[in-house]
């Protein structure tokens, strides 16, 4: 199954092909195409999952090649995948959780007269983010890295009729743009240092290269990733960007597209390991957005923001783990899978809850919604209790594995990064525990005329098993060490050190603060009434309210500075430029002008001039002449 | 080789009437002097052993060319006056300065060959140069030839006026005069009829009063006319001389003018 | 006197006729200031004659002679044609290239 493992891109991609290129003659079937193709991809992802795993560990590491890409004798590009332990973690993440938010649209984008171009974008994204992952070389990732990119455009852009959408489509294009220069540059460094792009020649010369070419191109690949997957600096698109369909915030902004970046890290783990300094840029990076995420979090109305900046944070502390080195790789990876799950399962609940009270998002118009869309409130609660980090789900095998690595180091840096990761933890709970509590609980605040009832049970269905995963995909991950033993081909072996401070302690810890923050969101939504409108906020809520300002920082560092220099430009270009080309050409026309001034008309002067001439001419020729 | 005082004659009979070329006013003058420097000129070409050629300049140049000029200036108008103030703003200066220059430059050249001159001139009698034209030159000529077929068809078609009516009929052009109110009668001859025939004197009328239209218009431009006063009483001053009686034919009633007394009182016929 | 100084005489004649040229507004005078040029030109043909003993120079002479009556002929039937559109020989007056 390995060598068809091709097909993983092709099929979705056939797909998109089709649906886009036969029209509306597709509409009544076309969705079902579209989850056809997302399943095919599946099973031949589960198929090459089986063969790997029966192979020896040495052997898991597989590379299929597919065609030439450039024929161009010394400079000749292969196109390849690379089939090991990690491409297919995220192969099964992407697959699974896409084949079930595939059928999950079906039902949720039943009203929209464009579901079938909504499927076709949906597989241009399942076929994009399957080239990201399985590329071998740096080069067919930027590729995957660019189709996602695109296709994130379109979903998020779905309903452009409305103005604002179309914007924030935009603003997630653009500042993913200012992420891929750092791709690009990455990629221009590693050209001119290994002489090529694929994983296996660049990690072989990252072994011999200076820390100075490692660390410039560590931080060009952190830029990118902070583009991809929303972290600080480039992280405001991530809010704006759930004026897409509930099924695209799920699918992209939550399980898949947005953890490319941290793909991308632990895949370059070759040349981190070789400029410390941008590994701990990482981690420092990483540990900044986990607290701006969370709270940002605790101040959100509109639940799909508020889930938007859960999901900030959480890669936040992926990245952190990346950002640790090897003994974080692995907890990485497992807690992006576990993410994945109980988010995009809290994402479809939330979709759900939308889709019952017709559209509305302002949870402060929800409440006491439990009785009556049940199988939402158990999932979505499954979730919940995963991402607050409560034994035994998912979120606690993987999150404090995080926080015990973050307090692994000598001086400051444990104390600091763990202390942020433990801190970060308390806050999510507060947030995701008001979240749940304000949809789901307290008294009715609803708006008039809402009849909230459950959804149709292709909406139920993923919702489901996306809530079993929650609860148990961590468990069974986590024994005896099963996942990151799965990725040490890849990862490489961790030694393991102990935490400065002791585990038992840290469990502790992690778990007080979870029940405090729970305990104090129960206290304020549930104990104390939820107002219907907003109330007049005091600073730091206020912050919180507004990204803690981050377009105006943009706006101030970036746009009105930009738009400033290119008004320079322009002005410089038609001065300068054009005004040189003028001149030059107002200074013919003038020569040509002053020189019409001989062409008199009078025959006498020709007769002058001609003698002049000749006068001249003779001169120089005789008496030149020696 | 040549007389000093011979080359001088020569440069004043030259040089000086192509002065005049610059600073005469009247088109006449102009050409005449230029004669002269033609002239000059052959005088040259002869002191430098070249007769036939002196004859050739004369012939051509003096005799056919200048007299075109002449001719053509005739015809263009003798009386125009050129007024020698310069109308183009610094031609005069930049014009001299050139000319000057260009003389100072050719001095400057000349100076500078070295050529010996040869003791004896080469034969230039016509014979001579009769063979070489017509050996060594042979194909020159031929194509001089041509150029000046060429030149006189030219000339042709240049002044070439196209008739555009057919040649008026003398029936025609008398018809059109009359139409304009001129005269049926030819105009009277200049003279006083059985007095005299000259062309400065005019014709009288039946009246006796004398007819301005017979005599040339260029006469009277040039005060040049008689009134033929001394021809009306002529037989009676010659009676009068000779001591004659006033004969019967000599009674004044021949044209003897309006003043004539009136001898025997019976009016004028 | 050397046949040379007759070349120096061809010079100076050449440049009155270059003068007369530029400075006469008659075109007839002009065109004589041609004629003069082109007789200068003769003389220092046949002083370069005499100076180097043969008649090449006398011949060249002849040929100008010819080339010149011919350019004659031409040229003053041009004024006339001139005239007779213009009724007047000024150079001034037909200024139609100017600009």
Do not use: C
Request: proline residues 4%; charged residues 15%; aromatic residues 10%.
């Amino acid at each position: 199954m390995i060598e068809l493992s091709w097909l993983l891109i092709a099929a979705p991609l056939l797909s998109a092909a089709v649906l886009i290129g036969l029209g509306r003659r597709a509409d009544r079937w076309g969705h079902w195409l579209g989850v056809a193709a997302s399943t095919v991809a599946l099973v031949v992802g589960a198929g090459a999952l089986i063969e790997t795993l029966g192979r020896e560990a040495h052997e898991r590491a597989q590379n299929v090649h597919l065609f030439t890409f450039i024929p161009g004798g010394e400079l000749t590009v292969e196109a390849g995948l690379a089939v090991d332990p990690l491409s297919l973690t995220f192969v099964m993440l992407i697959t699974f959780v896409g084949t079930l938010i595939h059928v999950y649209s079906v039902a949720y984008m039943e009203h929209d007269a464009r579901r079938r171009v909504f499927f076709a974008y949906l597989n241009l994204f399942i076929a994009a983010m399957l080239l990201l992952v399985l590329a071998d070389s740096y080069l067919l990732l930027f590729i995957g890295w660019e189709g996602v990119g695109l296709a994130s455009y379109l979903l998020i852009g779905f309903w452009n009729h409305k103005p604002e959408y179309a914007t924030a489509a935009n603003k997630a294009f653009i500042v993913n743009r200012v992420g891929d220069m750092g791709l690009i540059l990455a990629m221009a460094l590693m050209f001119a240092h290994f002489g090529s792009l694929s994983f296996s020649e660049v990690n072989a010369g990252a072994a011999a290269a200076s820390p100075a070419t490692l660390t410039a191109i560590g931080l060009a690949l952190l830029l990118a990733a902070t583009g991809k997957s929303a972290q600080f600096p480039l992280q405001s698109w991530l809010g704006d960007a759930m004026a897409g369909p509930t099924p695209v915030s799920a699918l992209i902004h939550a399980a898949t597209m947005v953890t490319a970046g941290v793909y991308l890290i632990v895949r370059s783990a070759a040349i981190f390991d070789g400029a410390p300094d941008a590994r701990l840029a990482v981690a420092i990076i990483g540990a900044i957005t986990l607290l701006m995420g969370a709270i940002i979090g605790t101040a959100k109305d509109d639940i799909k923001k508020a889930l938007a900046a859960s999901t900030m944070s959480q890669i936040g502390y992926m990245m952190l783990a990346a950002g640790l080195g090897p003994i974080g790789y692995g907890f990485a990876i497992f807690h992006l899978l576990t993410h994945g799950f109980f988010k995009a399962g809290m994402f479809l609940g939330a979709g759900s809850v939308m889709h019952a009270m017709q559209d509305q998002v302002d949870m402060r118009r929800f409440g006491a919604l439990r009785g009556l869309m049940v199988i939402t409130w158990a999932t979505f609660g499954l979730g919940w209790l995963a991402i607050l980090g409560v034994p035994p789900f998912s979120g606690f095998w993987s999150k404090d594995k995080i926080i015990e690595a973050a307090f692994v180091g000598e001086g400051w840096q444990p104390w600091v990064l763990g202390g942020a990761a433990l801190l970060g933890a308390g806050i999510t709970a507060f947030y995701m525990s008001r979240l749940f509590f304000m949809t789901f609980h307290g008294r009715r605040r609803w708006t008039e005329g809402q009849h909230p009832h459950e959804s149709p049970w292709l909406m139920t269905a993923p919702m489901i098993v996306l809530a079993v995963g929650s609860a148990f995909l961590g468990w069974f991950l986590a024994t005896g060490d099963r996942f990151t033993t799965w990725l040490e081909p890849v990862t490489g072996h961790a030694e393991h050190h102990d935490p400065v401070l002791a585990v038992p302690v840290i469990v502790t810890l992690t778990l007080v603060l979870v029940v405090l923050g729970a305990a104090l969101a129960w206290w304020m939504y549930i104990h104390h009434d939820v107002a219907e409108e907003a109330p007049a906020p005091s600073i730091p809520v206020l912050a919180a309210r507004n990204d803690l300002f981050q377009d105006s920082v943009n706006r101030a560092l970036f746009e009105r500075p930009g738009r400033h220099l290119t008004r320079t430009l322009v002005y410089a270009d038609a001065a300068v430029v054009d005004g040189a080309v003028n001149a030059n050409a107002a200074g013919i026309s003038k020569l040509g002008e002053a020189l019409r001034k001989t062409s008199t008309g009078n025959v006498r002067s020709y007769a002058l001039l001609m003698f002049l001439g000749v006068v001249i001419v003779t001169a120089i020729a005789l008496l030149g002449v020696r | 080789m040549i007389e000093p005082w011979l080359f001088w004659i020569i440069v004043v009979v030259t040089v000086v009437p192509a002065l005049a070329l610059l600073f005469a006013r009247k088109p006449v003058h102009i050409a005449m002097a230029v004669v002269l420097v033609m002239v000059g000129l052959a005088v040259a070409y002869v002191s430098l052993e070249a007769p036939f050629l002196g004859v050739v300049q004369i012939v051509v140049y003096t005799g056919a060319v200048m007299m075109l000029f002449v001719f053509v200036l005739m015809l263009v108008g003798v009386d125009q006056r050129e007024n020698l103030k310069e109308t183009i703003r610094g031609q005069k200066w930049v014009g001299l300065a050139l000319a000057i220059g260009v003389a100072l430059l050719l001095a400057g050249v000349i100076s500078r060959t070295a050529i010996t001159a040869q003791d004896r001139p080469a034969p230039a009698a016509p014979e001579d140069i009769a063979a070489a034209l017509f050996s060594r030159y042979v194909i020159v000529v031929e194509a001089l030839a041509f150029v000046l077929i060429t030149a006189a068809v030219g000339a042709l078609v240049l002044t070439y006026v196209p008739r555009l009516k057919p040649r008026a009929t003398q029936k025609e052009l008398q018809a059109a005069r009359i139409a304009a109110g001129a005269d049926p009668v030819n105009k009277p001859m200049p003279g006083v009829y059985a007095r005299h025939n000259a062309l400065d004197a005019p014709a009288l009328d039946p009246q006796g009063r004398p007819i301005e239209d017979s005599v040339s218009r260029v006469l009277e431009i040039r005060h040049q006319t008689k009134d033929g006063e001394e021809y009306r009483f002529a037989m009676q001053r010659m009676r009068r001389e000779l001591g004659i009686e006033d004969g019967p034919i000599d009674d004044g009633r021949m044209g003897d003018g309006p003043d004539a007394p009136d001898r025997d009182g019976e009016g004028r016929a | 006197m050397s046949p040379m100084a007759f070349v120096y005489l061809a010079a100076v004649l050449f440049s009155i006729g270059a003068a007369t040229v530029m400075l006469r507004r008659n075109a007839i005078i002009a065109f004589m200031g041609v004629e003069l040029m082109l007789n200068a030109a003769n003389l220092a043909f046949v002083a370069f004659a005499r100076l180097h003993g043969t008649i090449d120079g006398q011949i060249m002479a002849f040929f100008v002679m010819v080339i010149a009556a011919a350019e004659v002929v031409v040229g003053l039937a041009i004024i006339i044609a001139l005239f007779r559109a213009r009724q007047t020989i000024s150079l001034d007056e037909p200024a139609e290239l100017k600009g």
